[in-house]
């Protein structure tokens, strides 16, 4: 018996050390929890229940300058259902209603269908079932009152899933310009962030700061907000006010979209900016989708570098009367429209050539062979001077815009000799193997308009917080004067001649004045390829006080309908001057010289005294447009008062009512 109870032992110790050596583990393993891991376990554990959350900032609105918005944040709302949560009482009582009203808001299934799905949902224990994606606050808020919904997320079973969108309340004009700051996901899905326009550009006002806040995990995985000190509350974007003008946007937004289509086109651009200030008022982008379809592709406006054509010539021009070696009289022998350089040679257009004309008319009429001609006969012998004296004129140089993504110029340079031939310098004189983004040939133009004082582009005006100004953007001024007043002088009058009686005399009109110059650009040549072409007109309006200059560009339009720039692009910078002058009255006075209205004084006086003898009762004004009517009823001897551009939609004094004198009328323009 005792030797059983020795070996019985003997096999317990063993047992009995195992269980101590257990125990000092555990011992050892919660003093490391609690003195080494504590603060790490504790941590792990507060933030399975309690969590830091981000709130986010309200992202700043962007604003055209007549106050109207581009850009704004706006609630949207995912509603879902979790089927298994609803108890079966209230899911039997309220499912046929709640149907219905699915059926009545949103009208993709019968009410009997949506029952059936709703049904077959809770079968399969569907706890995350979408009902309805972006809807707006009014109708969350109706959806959310809906049978068996209204009892809320544990009875109802209703989840709710916020989020903020950007939407632009003019659609798709100018998309490109107000651009987007948004991440994007690759096809492996790892995410990249997306810069694009002012949204992009202007990103850190627009932002704003997310705050933080501290919610306590309950039921359901659901998180509570606890509000405490510990709470940092979001700081709302800044607002951006743009220089872009609503109403020019849309005039040349559709002006552009109507000649793309007119000339089958793959794409083009227009840009209006404002003479003295260099504002952009309206700069559009359309290209065509493989559905013939026009949208916002692409910003060619700043982006595009491409040979200008002919609208490069005013710049060879005003080298060459800066340094006195031409004078606008002299008379260049164009001969048949031919010159050889080389083993080149150099066409016009006009068949048959234009013979001897003046070195103003070689603008007028656009000949190939008469700038070739001033140019290479002044400068052959040092072509140096001829690119010196562009790259005076910035045309090398990159505006530096706010927007990203500025087109790199090129200007060909005599000391490269790789790039420089015996034929560069009488090419480059018409725009061919030079390169530049309408942008930057705009800024050119708006100098001439602006009495030589170049300016750069602006897009922002200001920056705002809650209506307080933060930062103001002033125009910045690139070079005050570019070139003498005589040869503005002269460049203005050959370029109105070029609308008057020269290549864009089809889009003159004698009730204003505007000066500017075609361009005919062929792509692809010399390599064996189609020949294409780019359209181009840039100028300004109206040329005796200039207020905006414009560039139209059109790439490859149809040849079998038009090509050349007066047909192509011209039209758009005449309908855009059009619109301007007959929708808004207080633009006619800087259309009309002095001796038009000494014409028009008369012509008005004995109009007053006509229509005063023949109204006694307030006329009917409806469906004319603006700037007549306003003229009109002022006539009459009434004071007008009007908002909106356009044609008249409504008159506060009724038609047939007797006429008082100094009363006040107000009109609705649409």
């Not at 003997?10 to 919660?30: H, Q, S, T, W």
């Not at 004009?173 to 700051?181: N, S």
């Not at 083993?343 to 013979?355: E, F, K, M």
Request: net charge positive; hydrophobic share 35%; charged share 25%.
């Amino acid at each position: 018996m005792p030797v059983e109870k020795s070996n019985i032992l003997k096999k317990l110790y063993p047992i009995a050390g195992l269980m101590l050596l257990f125990a000092f583990l555990i011992i050892y393993k919660l003093v490391v929890i609690s003195l080494v891991d504590g603060d790490k376990y504790k941590k792990d554990a507060e933030e399975r229940i309690v969590k830091k959350f981000d709130i986010t900032a309200n992202r700043g609105n962007v604003y055209a300058n007549d106050g109207n918005l581009l850009a704004t944040s706006v609630s949207k709302f995912d509603v879902r259902m979790d089927l298994v949560t609803i108890p079966a009482k209230y899911f039997n009582k309220y499912v046929k209603d709640l149907s219905k009203e699915l059926s009545k808001m949103f009208g993709n299934k019968s009410a009997s269908e949506y029952e059936l799905w709703l049904r077959k949902a809770r079968k399969h224990k569907n706890r995350y079932l979408l009902i309805a994606k972006n809807l707006s606050y009014n109708e969350y808020q109706r959806v959310k009152k809906f049978p068996l919904f209204k009892l809320g997320p544990y009875k109802g079973g209703i989840i709710t899933e916020k989020r903020l969108v950007r939407e632009r309340p003019i659609g798709k004009i100018a998309e490109r310009t107000i651009g987007w700051d948004e991440k994007r996901f690759d096809a492996n899905g790892k995410p990249y962030p997306v810069h694009v326009g002012i949204e992009g550009n202007f990103r850190k006002y627009l932002r704003g700061k997310n705050g933080k806040q501290i919610k306590q995990k309950i039921a359901k995985g659901q998180w509570k907000p606890i509000f405490d000190a510990q709470q940092i509350d979001p700081v709302d974007g800044q607002d951006i006010v743009t220089t872009i003008d609503t109403n020019i946007q849309d005039i040349a937004h559709h002006a552009l979209l109507e000649q793309l289509q007119k000339f089958e086109a793959e794409h083009g651009t227009v840009i209006v900016m404002e003479t003295k200030t260099g504002e952009i008022r309206a700069i559009s982008n359309l290209g065509r989708n493989k559905n013939g379809n026009y949208y916002e592709k692409l910003n060619y406006a700043i982006g595009e570098s491409h040979e200008p054509g002919s609208t490069f010539k005013v710049a060879s021009m005003v080298v060459a009367l800066e340094d006195k070696v031409i004078d606008t009289g002299k008379i260049i022998n164009t001969k048949d429209g031919k010159l050889r350089f080389y083993n080149r040679i150099v066409r016009d257009s006009h068949h048959g050539g234009l013979g001897k004309i003046s070195a103003a008319k070689v603008i007028e009429l656009s000949s190939n062979v008469g700038i070739s001609k001033i140019i290479t006969d002044a400068y052959g012998n040092n072509p140096q001077k001829f690119v010196t004296g562009i790259k005076n004129l910035h045309l090398g140089e990159k505006l530096n815009l706010p927007i990203k993504g500025e087109g790199k110029p090129y200007i060909p340079n005599p000391k490269d000799k790789k790039h420089w031939y015996g034929t560069t310098l009488p090419w480059m004189s018409f725009g061919y193997g030079v390169s530049l983004t309408p942008m930057q040939t705009l800024t050119f133009y708006n100098a001439l308009a602006n009495n030589g004082k170049m300016v750069k582009p602006l897009f922002v005006k200001e920056i705002k917080q809650h209506d307080k100004t933060i930062k103001k953007f002033k125009t910045e001024v690139i070079d005050n004067k570019i070139c003498s007043n005589r040869t503005i002088n002269q460049v203005t009058e050959m370029l109105k001649n070029v609308v008057k009686r020269g290549t864009a005399k089809n889009i003159y009109n004698p009730n204003y004045f505007l000066a500017g110059k075609t361009g005919t650009c062929q792509l692809n040549y010399g390599k064996g390829q189609e020949t294409q072409y780019i359209a181009s007109f840039a100028g300004y309006f109206p040329a005796d006080n200039p207020q905006y200059s414009c560039i139209v560009v059109i790439h490859k339009p149809n040849k079998k309908i038009g090509f050349y720039g007066n047909v192509v692009a011209a039209p758009v910078f005449q309908k855009i001057a059009q619109k301007l002058y007959t929708d808004n009255p207080k633009v006619e006075k800087i259309f009309t010289s002095k001796r038009q209205y000494a014409m028009l004084d008369k012509r008005y006086s004995d109009f007053n005294k006509k229509i005063q003898k023949q109204y006694n009762k307030v006329p009917n004004v409806k469906g004319m447009s603006g700037m007549d009517a306003v003229s009109f009823l002022e006539n009459l001897g009434l004071k007008v008062q009007f908002s909106g551009t356009g044609k008249v939609k409504s008159q506060s004094i009724k038609p047939g009512e007797k006429l008082q004198r100094g009363a006040i009328i107000k009109l609705q323009l649409i």
